[in-house]
């Protein structure tokens, strides 16, 4: 079964600092990668999607992610943090099985941007 | 406004009662899905529908039921079997043709039994 792992509760960084959300998957086959957003008592919001193509994904807010398939590992990345960024991350990958697909999310990690 | 939208967004249920969540779509999509979210644990798949009148039993059914009649609608049924279903409840949908694209979320609906 596909699966991904979130490593880390939370992550605290100061505003302005560059900040990093860990991801890593276990899949048989190519991995479809997701990363979403959660506000307080909001529903999900999609951020960036690896599919294939180029390691570096692109994607809303100033987001972007790193997939590496050595290290198995889907990283959420950002240059220089809003303490508006502080929020509940979720990692997924897309799993199938007899001809229904899903999506298999982490645990979540909160991130906490500090003024 | 395409868009998925998920009624009501805070529900009291109190123990021995049915109570049903709603979740429209207006996306066209086929695939619908519910999933159940607790602190630390992440989200749940509850059950999941790819097609009218289909649905199937995700990680944790038991003490849920749902109906598929109509492709905009796709209603979770918390039944008095569910021994601890206090949780934020989330609906989802996306294409059924295709792996890459992304599932659209509702706002959720949290439900607390009192």
């Known amino acids: 079964a596909q699966s991904v792992a979130q490593p880390e509760d939370q992550v605290n960084v100061a505003e302005g600092n560059p900040l990093t959300v860990k991801c890593t998957y276990s899949?048989?086959?190519?991995?479809?990668l997701f990363w979403y957003v959660q506000y307080p008592n909001r529903g999900l919001q999609f951020l960036l999607k690896y599919i294939t193509g180029d390691n570096l994904v692109k994607g809303s807010y100033g987001f972007e992610a790193e997939f590496n398939k050595s290290q198995t590992s889907f990283h959420l990345k950002k240059p220089s943090a809003l303490v508006s960024d502080s929020a509940l991350y979720f990692c997924a990958v897309r799993d199938i099985r007899r001809g229904f697909q899903k999506l298999v999310f982490g645990t979540g990690t909160r991130l906490l941007v500090s003024p | 406004d395409g868009g998925i939208t998920q009624s009501p967004k805070y529900l009291f249920r109190k123990e021995g009662q049915n109570v049903t969540l709603s979740c429209e779509q207006n996306l066209n999509h086929d695939a619908m899905y519910w999933y159940r979210q607790d602190p630390g644990q992440g989200l749940r798949l509850i059950y999941y529908?790819?097609?009218?009148?289909?649905?199937q039993k995700g990680d944790i059914a038991e003490g849920y039921s749902v109906s598929r009649e109509k492709k905009e609608s796709f209603p979770l049924t918390v039944t008095s079997a569910q021994k601890n279903p206090t949780a934020f409840y989330l609906c989802a949908s996306n294409r059924r043709d295709s792996m890459n694209t992304e599932a659209f979320f509702g706002q959720g609906t949290r439900l607390t039994v009192v």
């Open positions: 899949v048989s086959g190519n991995p479809y």
């Open positions: 529908s790819q097609i009218v009148n289909d649905f």
